[in-house]
């Protein structure tokens, strides 16, 4: 079946750094891939998506391209501020699964002042 | 954006006892409804998908009878944690797919956290 693996968390680093997030996935056909985050103590808000190989999705600074040939999907932002510390999900959507998402575990990103 | 709510966003409720949350798309209607459930510091599980006027569907290893939804309209969904246990606190979030859109985005609601003691 489908899956998504992205890397461990806690990924602890200071304001104005280099972040990224690994994000792998194993899936059939073609699937729609997605970065959802959640803030503490909310709900899952989409952050970004791309749906075909090669699309870069891009949201608040933080970017991710679609690769099919390396089948991963990293999270990228290239200055965190204090108001990114959350947690990032990586998640693809192949139709044939009927539109259900497969998540990763989540990774817990605190950026500290 | 798609807003989706759900009620109540925490419950605390005795062993035994049934509790109902909802789930409604505010601004948008809405076909298909998931339930997940999230364990403290773990990513989502799915545990249901619901479509408007028919029955839900469960994942593998999920009870449809301590879990009974009900998606009786285009913009409700409710799940029902019937004799609630200390093992079923969690938290619990939905999702709504836009019909009109019919795009590749989920919407979730905020989530609920339902303690059983």
């Known amino acids: 079946g489908d899956s998504v693996t992205q890397m461990e968390g806690p990924v602890t680093l200071s304001e104005e750094a280099f972040l990224t997030i690994n994000c792998t996935y194993t899936?059939?056909?073609?699937?729609?891939l997605f970065w959802y985050v959640q803030y503490p103590g909310e709900g899952l808000q989409l952050l970004l998506k791309?749906?075909?190989?090669?699309d870069k999705g891009s949201n608040k600074g933080f970017e991710a391209t679609y690769r099919k040939e390396t089948t991963s999907f990293h999270l990228e932002k290239g200055s965190v501020q204090v108001s990114d510390s959350a947690v990032y999900f990586c998640?693809?959507?192949?139709?044939?699964?009927?539109?259900?998402?497969?998540f990763g575990g989540g990774t817990r990103v605190l950026v500290k002042p | 954006g798609a807003v989706v709510s759900q009620h109540p966003s925490w419950v605390i409720c005795k062993s035994g006892t049934s509790v109902k949350i909802e789930c409604r798309s505010l601004?948008?209607?809405?076909?298909?409804m998931f339930w997940y459930r999230q364990f403290p510091k773990q990513s989502l599980m799915l545990m249901a998908t619901?479509?408007?006027?028919?029955?839900?569907?469960?994942e593998q290893g999920v009870e449809k009878d301590k879990f009974l939804i009900n998606h009786a309209s285009l913009t409700l969904s409710t799940l029902t944690v019937t004799s609630a246990h200390p093992e079923d606190s969690s938290f619990y979030i939905c999702?709504?797919?836009?019909?009109?859109?019919?795009?590749?985005?989920?919407?979730f609601g905020p989530g609920t956290r339902l303690t059983v003691l």
């Open positions: 999702s709504a797919f836009d019909r009109i859109t019919s795009t590749d985005t989920q919407y």
């Open positions: 899936a059939t056909g073609y699937p729609s």
């Open positions: 791309a749906t075909k190989a090669d």
């Open positions: 998640a693809l959507r192949n139709k044939a699964a009927g539109n259900k998402l497969t």
């Open positions: 601004d948008f209607q809405a076909t298909t």
């Open positions: 619901s479509n408007e006027g028919s029955k839900a569907t469960y």
